[in-house]
């Protein structure tokens, strides 16, 4: 084979190599789980569960993807299925504190739509276990609490709540806060249900 022939076809190789690994090199659980992460931010929902789905079945023990397909089986509706994803991942366990606690939040939260109230409440003390200076976590343990019955506890955690979110200068959280717990002391000026924890229909919209 003369110089030039040989040259070129190693050019040629070269680049149907290149073709060939752009191609397939799409296709590993990295590319997916990425690919799905973006879909997740671009509300994609449906795609990005199809693409944590093709990285599971590519990485079977891929504990962020399971994380996000939960996320978004969660923005889907699909609670029971999100918190199925929440517990793999926890099952898997991993070495880093971030996955352990997005397994918690999602599956926390997940748990609260479907009023598992109790059990929502027992994700969400891991949490702040791990995270304890979240004032959005004290915010949602305290509807959790209060949706369970936990008057006084309720609000007890959006009185913490309070305090974290004006350090972090949270204006949005306060005012949130600040008329939750306005008529949440209201209601226990006037009624006798922090005691007998009876459901307070007469304070409706509280939070």
């Known amino acids: 084979m003369c110089s030039f022939?040989?040259?070129?076809?190693?050019?040629?190789?070269?680049v149907a190599?290149?073709?060939?690994t752009a191609c397939f090199g799409l296709r590993t659980s990295n590319d997916?789980?990425?690919?799905?992460?973006?879909?997740?931010?671009?509300?994609?929902?449906?795609?990005?569960?199809a693409d944590f789905d093709k990285a599971i079945s590519l990485r079977p023990k891929y504990?962020?993807?399971?994380?996000?397909?939960?996320?978004a089986k969660i923005e889907l509706g699909r609670y029971e299925e999100a918190i199925a994803d929440f517990d793999q991942a926890?099952?898997?366990?991993?070495?880093?504190?971030?996955?352990e606690l997005d397994s918690y939040r999602g599956r926390a939260f997940a748990?609260?739509?479907?009023?598992?109230y109790r059990e929502s409440i027992?994700?969400?003390?891991?949490?702040?276990?791990?995270?304890?200076?979240?004032?959005?976590?004290?915010?949602?343990?305290?509807?959790?609490?209060?949706?369970?019955?936990?008057?006084?506890?309720?609000f007890v955690d959006w009185q913490v709540s309070l305090e974290l979110a004006k350090e972090a200068n949270n204006s949005g959280l306060i005012g949130t806060l600040g008329r939750s717990i306005q008529r949440l002391s209201r209601c226990?000026?006037?009624?006798?249900?922090?005691?007998?924890?009876?459901?307070?229909?007469?304070?409706p919209g509280l939070s």
């Open 111 to 116: 748990k609260f739509m479907l009023g598992r």
């Open 188 to 203: 226990r000026r006037h009624s006798t249900a922090l005691q007998s924890r009876q459901p307070w229909s007469f304070c």
């Open 32 to 49: 997916y789980y990425d690919r799905g992460s973006a879909r997740l931010k671009d509300d994609k929902y449906r795609g990005a569960v």
């Open 90 to 99: 926890l099952l898997l366990g991993s070495d880093l504190k971030s996955d």
């Open 122 to 154: 027992a994700d969400y003390d891991q949490v702040i276990r791990l995270q304890p200076d979240d004032a959005y976590i004290y915010f949602r343990r305290g509807r959790a609490k209060f949706e369970g019955g936990l008057y006084g506890e309720a």
């Open 5 to 14: 022939g040989r040259w070129a076809w190693v050019v040629a190789m070269a």
């Open 17 to 20: 190599f290149a073709s060939v």
């Open 63 to 71: 504990i962020v993807a399971y994380i996000g397909r939960g996320n």
